[in-house]
């Protein structure tokens, strides 16, 4: 009896403590189950949060707008959670206004978005530190119907500051007529969301503010002065050479630049045509006090549209270039006369001796010639000087063509008599006036007469003269001087107008020496005085032709005497038209 | 027989002229730069020859000052050139030089010849 009753009571025992054992298993297993929930939505929240910061970056991009940023922002909260209005702040410093945007969800009163608007402007206050209710307020109110009866009053919001580099740049609202929203965990993802956003803009904006501050420490250490303006001709850029160049102010104004450099030089004027002109405009030159530049000016155009947005003007300091050019030009004018003087004595004094003896003649003839020979070459190098230096002027005037060659051809007539040649003229009647520097041309002649005799050693020289004409319109005069010389190759005849051009075979057969700048020069005073010349040869042993025109003195040319051309852009480059 | 004045700094090609002039009968001075004005009002030549590159005091400048003293307006003036310098040459021309001639490019002879024609030219009519 005692037996069983005593295996009851373990029975019994036993069975408790399984069933407390049960239940104590229970409660364990049902805590880990709420800890596995929990961190489930947990997750599952951020996860959702993780969607919509992507979402928030993607819509981003790269906009450094303050107040589109606070849109994308807004326009985003209404995945996380509900309310009647969603508002933003953003200060306008351009405009100097605060602009309050406010998208209604729900039916609200007038009432409701004042209070938003009040409960934002005060939050705005406190975190720019500065009293805001001054400024203006820029509203506007979009969404659903505005309820009149005052129904639904401001019952819950909080507002989410947006802050980018540390700096306030706008404030959002989101307010809604139920009360009790928007405590703990949500408005904590809110504002979670708020910060990483602005982080990842400050970090852009870092990127970019490097990107702009390498790219403006380039344009400050330019050498050059640097002006850039928009559409809208407000200046936009300058660096501190162009204050330095300009000798005004630092971070001057356009009227500043506009007024240094009114006189010499119309920036606006010359902003518009590069404005209006694809590409750049050809570079000038613009003297400004003690100063000379050339100035620059081409428009910047939009990456995607090619619209013009932009004009940058670009004030290269040349003035050092022009005083060393200065410099030389100087020498060599220097140079030329002093060659000149001691030989234009040597053979003013040759031909002051008459001595009787043949002998001594023949030395002083020699004498003579060869300083004549001396100061044709200085008086060549001196044009070539003045042709790259754009200082060679042909001053024409209307006058008598064949005046000219005669007298030149009669020039040479002893020359072609000792070389036992003969040279004939034949000039058209009739002929008219033609335009033409008398000087020049006379060394046209003089260099293409002494050519043909130089490299004829039998035959002839014929000069002629005639009127070109183009269906029975008179157009220009050709002259041409044509030899039975030794010829020229054909593809020799495009170094002959070259400087120093002066073919290798001429200068052995003739056996003179010559600096092969004449026909370089002729070509010049041709060209210079609207005409063309060229030459036509046979070949090497069949004599050459060369031909130039120049223009009637009626027609094109206004008959006025001393017309003063100067050849400003004349280069070496120019080809001859042959 | 007339009177003669050169300004030429280069005393070889000045002396040259001188004899070739006065071969042809004339009374020919060589003056300075620096005399050449004082030179010219004292003296009243026939006609001047003036040279333009000088040391001290360019042909041109001189010339000014004789076209602008009445006395001396009148005298013709030849201006003597080294170098075909186009635009001084045209500056002198209107300045009220009378002619020029290319030193390099005139022999003596045709330096006289040209100083004879230019003093018939020049002559006050006789009457």
Redesign the interface.
Known sequence: MELTFGLVIVTVLGTLAGIAGYFLMRREFKRELEINRRKQEELAQKAYEMTVLKEIGDRIGYSLDAAKIVEIISRSLEQLLSYSTVSSMIYDSEEDKIRFKCNVIETVSQQFINDVKVKMLAAFSEMQQVPVVDLDVDESISGTIVDESGKYPLSSFFNLPITISGRVVGLINVASRNSGLYEGDDTEVLYRIAMQASQAVTKLQEVLENEKSRLSQAVESLSDGLVMVNSKYQLILSNRRISHLLQIVENPKLFDIVNALSGSFDIRTKMEEAYAKEGSLPAQEVAIRDKVFQVFCSRVVDNKGGKPMAIVVLFHDITDAKKLERLRQDFM?MM??EL??P???I???V??INSGDVETNKYLKTIGSTSETM?ELV?DL?DVAKLEAGKF?V?CNAADLSEVVVERVDSFRPIVQEKRLQINVNIEPDLPKGWFDK?RIKQVLNNLLSNAIKYTDVGEITVSVKQQQVGGVPIDILVSVADTGIGIEEDQIEKLFSRFGQLESGRGNAGLKSSGLGLYITRKIVEASDGKIWVESRGEGSGSTFNFTVPLAQGSHKDVSDT?ETIGNFTTEKVAQA | MAKIIIVED?A??AS??Q??ISSGGHEVMVVQDKDAVAQIAAQKPSLVLLDI?MPNISGLDILRELKADPTTAGVPVLLLT???E??SI?RGLELGAYGYLL???T???AVLSRVSMTLEESAPPKP
């Open positions: 004018a030329v006369h000149r003087a030989l234009t004595s053979k003013s004094s031909a002051m100061l008086g001196l002027d001053i000087v003063h | 280069d070889n090609l040259i002229y004899q070739k590159i080294n170098v075909a186009d635009a045209a030193k390099s490019e022999t003596p002879d």
